[in-house]
T-cell receptor, first 112, second 113 residues
Framework: SQQGEEDPQALSIQEGENATMNCSYK?????LQWYRQNSGRGLVHLIL?????REKHSGRLRVTLDTSKKSSSLLITASRAADTASYFC????????????FGGGTRLMVKP | EADIYQTPRYLVIGTGKKITLECSQT?????MYWYQQDPGMELHLIHY???????EKGDLSSESTVSRIRTEHFPLTLESARPSHTSQYLC????????????FGQGTRLTVV
């Protein structure tokens, strides 16, 4: 079974608005990563947050991690039509061979 | 741009045929993975490798097999394709160290008719 569950499954917003996606997981982790996937393509790494970090920023991306609640959120500020894609969280546990376990993804549509 | 390549990008093949999906990376990564993904759905790990001569089955049972004879090459083979194998197959690689990202290929969209 998948480690991560993402919420919402689909999100539709207007350009300029902020988009927030949430991810919950079940077991202990060493880090949590967010990836983006354009339709029919491979995944591209966006950001990695370690288990001892609470918040991380990269450009218009802001990621939070709450290990007590086993959850993370990805915020995309001032969204653009080009941000339209699916976004996946993935967890990594060094005690489990460092395998990346992915959630179900959030499909984001940003309307111009 | 990640240096990991999958061929073919698209493949339509008849039931019962043997197929091999190719994956190569030039980053010298020890770890490689195969994921299966239905359109718009989650990724399921079907095979992974820690390095040469290492292959392991993933969380999702798969009738495919893999080999890792060279560091850069991690092909996936289906001995007898069936319509239930229709899916997208994604190859990825990463360094062996902790807290590292994975690099993905563009995927192979397989359709078995």
């Amino acid at each position: 079974s998948q480690q991560g569950e993402e919420d919402p499954q689909a999100l539709s917003i207007q350009e300029g608005e902020n988009a927030t996606m949430n991810c919950s997981y079940k077991t202990s982790i060493n880090n949590l990563q967010w990836y983006r996937q354009n339709s029919g393509r491979g995944l591209v790494h966006l950001i990695l947050i370690r288990s001892n970090e609470r918040e991380k920023h990269s450009g218009r991306l802001r990621v939070t991690l709450d290990t007590s609640k086993k959850s993370s959120s990805l915020l995309i500020t001032a969204s653009r039509a080009a941000d339209t894609a699916s976004y996946f969280c993935a967890t990594q546990n060094n005690n489990a061979g460092n395998m990346l376990t992915f959630g179900g993804g959030t499909r984001l549509m940003v309307k111009p | 741009e990640a240096d990991i390549y999958q061929t073919p990008r698209y493949l339509v093949i008849g039931t019962g045929k043997k197929i091999t999906l190719e994956c190569s990376q030039t980053m010298g990564h020890d770890k490689m993975y195969w994921y299966q993904q239905d359109p718009g759905m989650e990724l399921h790990l079907i095979h992974y490798s820690y390095g040469v001569n290492s292959t392991e089955k993933g969380d999702l049972s798969s009738e495919s097999t893999v080999s890792r004879i060279r560091t850069e090459h991690f092909p996936l083979t289906l001995e007898s394709a069936r319509p239930s194998h229709t899916s997208q197959y994604l190859c990825a690689s990463s360094e062996q160290v902790a807290d590292t990202e994975a690099f993905f290929g563009q995927g192979t969209r397989l359709t078995v008719v």
